[in-house]
Each structure stands twice: as C-alpha cells, then as structure tokens.
C-alpha cells in the first residue's frame, strides 16, 4: 500500500540558511500534519491543513510557514535556521479533518543545521 | 489540555514473556487514544487505537491495549515479547483544542527485548 513521502530524507544546512521540506500524502487523504521530533523527544505538532486550508497551528516558529498544495501534498518552508531547528520533521496524513481515523506518518526528514 | 503520560523511560523483559507499556491520559470528553511504535531512523508506525467500544483492542504484530476508564490508563501488551518487539513505544491522544485533530504524544518508552 502507499504510504506517506517525505523529501528529501536527510538534509544539512548551515545557520541562517533556508530548507524547504516536502510531503506527499497517502492518495485520497486530504490531512496534512507536521511534526518536529528534537533528539531524544517526543513529536510536537506544529502545523496542519484540511482540503488547503490550515486547520490548526502548535508550536511553529514564525520563521516557518507552510502550506498545501491542489495536489494535497504539502510543504514546510524553514527559514532563518538555527542550530536548536535540527530535528527528525514528521509528517502524516489522514483522511478527513475529524473523525476517529488514524494518522499515517512519513518516514522523516533528517534536518542537521551546522 | 489533553495529555497522556508514560511513565517508564525503559522498559527491560525477556523474550517469551508478557510485556507491558504503561500510559495514562488526562483528557476532557471522550478519548481517544492511540499507540504507535518506531524504530530508529524510522517513521513512527500506527499500532491500535481506542475510540469507543471493548475495552481490550486488538493491534498490529500481535500488541493490544486496554483501556481503563476508573484508571484512566491505556496500557500497551503482548502475551510473548519478540527481540524484534524492540522499539520506541509512543501513547498518543487525539487533541482538539485549536480546532483541528492533533495528536499529543507522551515522551515514549523505550522496550528492550532481551534473549
């Protein structure tokens, strides 16, 4: 079955530079999530969208912007990067805004920022 | 705030025996709960989830949950560990505060399945 997909996988920056992370969402799923799991932490929510449209914000720093695409899959824009921004970036999907349904997750993005 | 706590950092069992992931939530209105395991460098994979029903779930690789509503916990087992059981365990509860359909994880316990 296909699964979430992130790019790229592994990403290294130097500070003040940009990143842009991609995801691409289990087909007719139309929930976007992203997560940032630092070294040895749980993941926190940072942003997620419904049918294009952000639908919640947690704790995502102003330097980050996202956004989803016609096509569902989504993009999480990093600018400014800072040493503390290297983390494993999450994202899953899902179907429907509510509803009961499970989050499928990506495999990450592995953002090192030197 | 919705939140679930695991309050075992590591959890150490041999293989054949019964294991147990300790969580419990804290939330207003209805849980909704859910496992996910990950392996290192890896993504975090859905394991069960509780919504409403039986108390004991059924999962993924063998793993259940039972949820306990007086104990306000929702442990994680497996009648006979496996050393492939080995893995970052993960409770999560689905958040609605802000509107939309976040999941809040606990910090994860980590399972070591020992020959």
């Known amino acids: 079955a296909a699964g979430v997909i992130q790019s790229p996988r592994h990403l290294i920056k130097e500070k003040r530079e940009t990143a842009t992370l991609k995801c691409y969402p289990i087909?007719?799923?139309?929930?976007v999530y992203w997560y940032q799991q630092g070294p040895g932490q749980d993941p926190q929510f940072l942003i997620s969208f419904y049918e294009k449209m952000q639908s919640d914000k947690g704790s995502i720093p102003d330097r980050f912007s996202a956004q989803q695409f016609s096509d569902y899959h989504s993009e999480l824009n990093m600018s400014s990067l800072e040493l503390g921004d290297s983390a494993l970036y999450f994202c899953?999907?899902?179907?429907?805004?509510?509803?009961?349904?499970?989050?499928?997750f990506g495999p990450g993005t592995r953002l090192t920022v030197t | 705030a919705q939140s679930v706590a695991q309050p075992e950092d590591q959890v150490n069992v041999a293989e054949g025996n019964p294991l147990t992931v300790k969580c419990t939530y804290s939330?207003?209105?209805?849980?909704?709960l859910f496992w996910y395991v990950q392996y290192p460098n890896r993504g975090l994979q859905f394991l069960l989830k509780?919504?409403?029903?039986?108390?004991l779930v059924k999962g993924s690789y063998g793993f259940e949950a039972e949820f306990n509503k007086s104990q306000t916990s929702f442990h994680l087992k497996k009648p006979s560990a496996l050393v492939s059981d080995s893995a970052l365990y993960f409770c999560?509860?689905?958040?609605?505060?802000?509107?939309?359909?976040?999941?809040?994880f606990g910090t994860g316990t980590q399972l070591k399945v020992e020959l």
């Open positions: 509780y919504i409403t029903g039986d108390n």
């Open positions: 999560a509860v689905r958040d609605l505060t802000g509107g939309g359909n976040k999941l809040t």
């Open positions: 899953a999907s899902k179907f429907g805004r509510q509803g009961v349904h499970e989050q499928y």
């Open positions: 939330v207003s209105g209805n849980p909704y």
């Open positions: 087909p007719r799923h139309d929930t």
